[in-house]
């Protein structure tokens, strides 16, 4: 699966979107891009995942560029509860790696009154 | 909204000695993964299990790591002679009926060996 990069921290008001970048430029063309986060030590809890189209859903967007050599995770209105580490992951689909998720050290998003 | 559930939220184990980590996976789902997160660190992937054998292991399942879904509900992770090293959080996730479907995890269980 290939390497994804995020920065180790970013901060973002209450009540603003939370844009929080994804670098993976080794992708290639069977790899989705999955977004997760750990709230405290809670168990990780599935946002949204892509392949080359954007996406939305109740929680987030997912912005994939054109070349997919990068991604963005949108927060629209983030709020205090929002505070976590998120993960970016890319992961085959299909093959022999019956999906298992490699994760890395995240971005500890804080969220500030 | 389903959900998968593991049991007990903390096993306090004597080193040495064995213990057995239960998880339900959401109904429907038929992938079904054991992950572990030791204090401070990363989330580390253990076991895969599909059609009801091992599909992929980690370095760390080695042979005193087992598991089984005995019932065709249940989903167990077996430590045979835990060692202080096994104090992790360990997470259970399942995941649909196409590899790629998001897992979906529990809120874990907290093994401290003493």
């Known amino acids: 699966d290939a390497k994804t990069t995020q920065p180790p921290s970013m901060d973002c008001a209450e009540g603003r979107a939370a844009n929080l970048p994804c670098n993976h430029s080794t992708i290639s063309g069977n790899e989705y891009v999955y977004w997760y986060r750990q709230i405290h030590s809670q168990g990780p809890q599935y946002i949204i995942h892509?392949?080359?189209n954007n996406e939305t859903n109740e929680m987030a967007s997912l912005i994939i560029t054109e070349d997919r050599k990068s991604s963005t995770l949108i927060l629209p209105h983030a709020t205090l509860r929002d505070t976590a580490v998120y993960y970016c992951?890319?992961?085959?689909?299909?093959?022999?790696?019956?999906?298992?998720?490699?994760f890395g050290q995240g971005t500890i998003l804080t969220v500030h009154p | 909204e389903p959900e998968v559930t593991q049991t007990p939220s903390h096993q306090v184990t004597q080193m040495g000695q064995e213990v057995i980590l239960r998880c339900v996976p959401i109904s429907n789902h038929l992938y079904f993964y054991w992950y572990r997160q030791i204090l401070g660190q990363k989330v580390e992937f253990l076991v895969s299990?599909?059609?009801?054998?091992?599909?992929?292991k980690s370095e760390i399942f080695d042979d005193q790591f087992s598991v089984e879904r005995p019932d065709g509900s249940n989903f167990t992770l077996k430590i045979r002679s835990t060692k202080l090293e096994d104090s992790a959080m360990y997470f259970c996730?399942?995941?649909?009926?196409?590899?790629?479907?998001?897992?979906?995890f529990g809120d874990g269980t907290r093994l401290s060996i003493l």
């Open positions: 996730a399942s995941g649909g009926t196409g590899m790629v479907q998001p897992q979906h």
């Open positions: 892509g392949l080359k």
């Open positions: 299990f599909y059609n009801n054998e091992i599909s992929e």
């Open positions: 992951i890319v992961r085959v689909g299909g093959g022999t790696s019956y999906g298992k998720l490699t």
